[in-house]
């Protein structure tokens, strides 16, 4: 692939045929193959001045956190992945197109002992074209902590892929996907939900569900005697030919819950779904891979969850016509 300073002007290729006038900030431009590709891992524009084409966008939002538990044999949910959207712009338009590249969420925060905590949402990434409406996904819903008092504490919350529920007294629910915003049509939800947490009764096993994946759902959490694993693994993420052809791979997968089957302590960790945040050391998860999308797992007692990866956005276009 050849890469070249990310500037201005157009990239020239051989053979006949007219180039996109265009220039760009912030992001790294290369052509590989018949294409022009700019990529951005932090916010920039394009700004298209000529000779206009159809114009190819990969947009990955920020990924959320996972939740904390408390102390009493509780699960936390893990966050969701960032959504993306796969989408076209024919004849994109000559004019500003501001690239904005939602960041990750910050990790759930260590409260004191025996107080539970959410997870954040991710942020979103939008193109915002001069003249035209917004191109926006939405961040990763957060993980759920667990309270046996705050019913809004147990539910993983709504994003571009939900976060996980958390576990305890009650079956927290896990946080469901919403799809882009854009002029045009929007063919359904590129997200998936995240999982639910599981109610223990008696075995004192109890999980936080998986946040959800862009490639796949976060599990939902067992529960049961004999089980070994209670915590829900984050869904997975996945790949698309935007992202091969700048050299990167998948992106976007669930954080995985938080499971305890002591009244002290967890027992068990979901895993992170293809790139998401992995548990660290004494109940923490670790933060994301920046510019993966991903969401982190949850946390335990007297542990935080780790940041959400940021987004991303990639576009190409056909380099001569």
């Not at 004019?95 to 949402?121: D, F, K, L, Q, R």
Request: aromatic content about 6%.
């Amino acid at each position: 692939m050849a890469i070249r300073p990310a500037d201005h002007g157009v990239v020239a290729a051989q053979g006949g045929g007219v180039p996109l006038l265009y220039s760009q900030s912030g992001g790294t431009v290369s052509v590989s193959g018949v294409y022009t590709y700019v990529k951005w891992l932090a916010s920039g524009s394009l700004t298209i001045t000529g000779n206009n084409r159809n114009v190819e966008w990969f947009q990955l939002s920020g990924g959320a956190s996972g939740g904390k538990a408390n102390l009493n044999g509780s699960g936390a949910g893990g966050g969701g992945a960032g959504g993306y959207w796969a989408h076209t712009v024919t004849n994109m338009a000559s004019e500003v197109h501001t690239v904005t590249v939602g960041a990750g969420a910050a990790g759930a925060t260590v409260p004191p002992t025996g107080i539970m905590s959410s997870g954040n949402n991710g942020s979103p990434t939008t193109v915002n074209p001069a003249g035209s409406p917004i191109f926006e996904v939405y961040g990763g819903g957060f993980g759920a902590g667990f309270s046996y008092s705050v019913p809004s504490y147990y539910d993983g919350h709504v994003g571009g892929c939900g976060g996980g529920g958390g576990g305890g007294s009650w079956n927290g629910s896990g946080g469901l996907a919403t799809g882009p915003q854009g002029p045009g049509a929007v063919t359904g939800v590129t997200g998936n939900r995240g999982g639910d947490g599981t109610r223990a009764y008696v075995t004192g096993q109890i999980g936080g569900g998986g946040g959800g994946g862009v490639g796949s759902a976060g599990v939902t959490a067992t529960w049961g005697s004999g089980a070994s694993t209670f915590a829900g693994n984050g869904g997975s993420g996945a790949t698309h030919a935007l992202l091969t052809g700048v050299g990167l791979s998948t992106v976007g997968g669930g954080g995985g819950g938080c499971g305890s089957a002591t009244s002290h302590g967890p027992t068990s960790f979901g895993s992170g779904g293809s790139g998401g945040g992995t548990p660290g050391v004494n109940g923490a998860s670790n933060a994301a891979p920046a510019n993966s999308g991903s969401g982190t797992g949850g946390a335990h007692e007297n542990s935080g969850s780790g940041a959400g990866g940021s987004g991303l956005v990639i576009c190409r276009w056909v380099t001569l016509i």
